[in-house]
């Protein structure tokens, strides 16, 4: 079997879950002896890897990334750089190119940054199309300005997909309702976890240290953490709250620590490179991830891998799967702060449920996905 | 002859309510919560249920008999909520086919921590009993069926004829659970053994598709019940089981009604409440449980309270106020409510992941959430208990 994948980053060149995703699926789908052509836009012009059955094209000149936060400060087009569309546009176009070169089975895309070319090569080439939605326009603008444009693309993959993948039934959920989509074309297929590449459950002693980590949008929801931070420390006040990653809130999160008058506690780290992100994981006692919106939500699973206890967002993906965390409403800050107080209170609350999650986690590794979506294959074929 | 000895458990904790360490001033106790179950399960199953003993009592001119266990939280809830319920069971205890047997007040697992406190316990409910239905209770049984030699001896020392547990095979080895048996180094108190296949035929398995004996009809039972060797039969159950656990639907009801009338036609059974088993038969053998069990889940132990380090914890924690509140008549009342064991259930993580028998009425999403709860009510009480 021989796919042809289009996706958006690979590590190191990554800023979400779709760049872990892409990466651990190619892995393993090399292992279970799928061949896969990786279509990804140029950005620095030297991924190295050594997976047998993968080659990995970098294409064009696109540097740009879906939640680019350097761009022009431009209101309308709202987190995307001026000539982000031309880029995806021409990336899509060169794909389609590349494509014609190629033999494969099925094409694979991921995203609506890359559906475009998705639906063109199904045309020119009669393969089948899968589409894997990791999230949707809705989602990355916590439904704040969604633009139109985007619904649109989306909108075009999911009715042109053979099959579409979701992670998680609430993503499911979301595009029947919104995007009228066809039920039986949706297969679930949960992120996964490799274990090994974190730290695991090694004994720690308590540092009050509360964990977020996430781009600094309104859909991971900083805001929410920061007003938790400040009834925590109405509580007590040994307590750190680091604010890890980047993003276009930085400037107005900072404004709003230092007026809660709660900045002598709040560390803001920006973008944390591999080593200390696996350090800040550990370190923690407690992560929170309060996103509004949140289809499925692999840092949660990284740090239980890291022997973390985490508070998640009732609606995000991950908790549908994982039982042994706590969930709350991200804007019920009085819950997560009661929740935080309690687990630095009582070390053997946090002792249970780490112990616990670790258990879940471990047969939820990305093996399993690459299965699933092997499964997804071999019913378009 | 071999006799069908029924008892049924009635019981609903009270429910706590939602507290965080932010929360101050305000009731331990879910009341617009424990009203609506209690109401529902009222009209579902205690009315209904208790209406359908009554007419078969008077049809079967005295022949059938049954045995009930409610325990103080319960009828503290009813007086509150639904005394008609109260008055159904004076109903049924007026028939003199009816004992009720003995407990802790609270529903606790007082016996784990202080044999003052489960006296005192003891004497509360016993006092309630006669209270409500004019009877002296001669037969014992604890939360849970949590049983040992020691227990045994001690409830002997007070003077009960029998008492209630498991009948296991991790006690019982090759023997039946059908006969009477004494406690290991009692002589005057018989243990009363549940027949646990016999019991979760309808407690469990009753509307069950996936069991081969599906479905159950009271004919069917009756040819088991009339096969079987013993002294007698002991069917002890939960009585939410009839309209709660198993649904109307299901012809539980129906499965109750033709009982008496099916067992008859089967001249070697009759129908005897615990005291008179006691008093009828004598004893075949000894049972020896040096550690104690309990009628919970596979394992048949304390491990569905008391496993977790949350849990050991929380009981931890609420045992070290008994001297404290003994002083204060309201705290003390609010403390035994938090002993009540299911608030220890709730935060089990044995069953978490395939839970259903665990969620019945279950107010939390967690175990987790179960224990920061209890926790942040526990403190505020401390603290109430400290500053008096």
Redesign the interface.
Known sequence: MKILMLGWEFPPAKTGGLGTHCYELVKNLSKKGVKVILLIPKRTGNIKHNIPNVEIIEVGSVALNPYNTTRPDDKFEKGYGWNFFEEVRAFNKRCVEIAKTKKFDVVHCHDWMTIDAGIEIKKITGKPLVFTVHSTEYDRTANIYPMNFIVDVEKKGIQKADLIITVSKGMKKQLIEMYNAEEEKIIVIYNGIDPSKYFGLIKKGSKGIILFLGRLTNQKGPYFFLHTAK?VLE?RKDVMFIVAGQGEQLPELIRIAIGLGIMDNVVFTGFLPEEELLQAYAMADVYVMPSVAEPFGITALEAIASGTPVIVSKNAGVAEKI?????VDFWDT??M???I??LL??P??G???RK?SYREIRNFGWDRVAEQTISVYRRTI | MTSLCFYFQVHQPMRLNRF???TENSPYFDEERNKGYLKKVARKCYLPTNKLLLDLINEYNGKFKIAFSLTGVFVEQCKKFAPEVIESFQELAKTGNVEFLNETYYHSLAVLFSIKEFKEQIKLHRKMILELFNQKPKIFRNTEAMYSNDIAKLIEKLGYRGIITEGHESILGWRSPNYLYYPNGCKKILALLRNYKLSDDIGFRFSARWWEEYPLTADKYSIWLSKCEGQCINIFIDYETFGEHQWEDTGIFNFLRYLPAETSKYPNLDFKTPSEIVKMYKPVGIVDVPHTISWADVQRDLSAWLE???QK?AFEQMTKLEEHVKKNPELLHIWRLLQTSDHFYYMC?KW??DGDVHKYFNPY?????A??NF??ILQDLKRKVESK
């Open positions: 009834k509580k039982l042994h965390c706590f969930k009085h819950e702060a009661n929740k107080i309690c209170k009582y053997i609350l002792e249970c449920m616990n | 965080s360490v932010f977790n380090e949350m914890l993580t978490f992941a999403n967690s175990p987790y959430d224990f920061i926790m942040n």
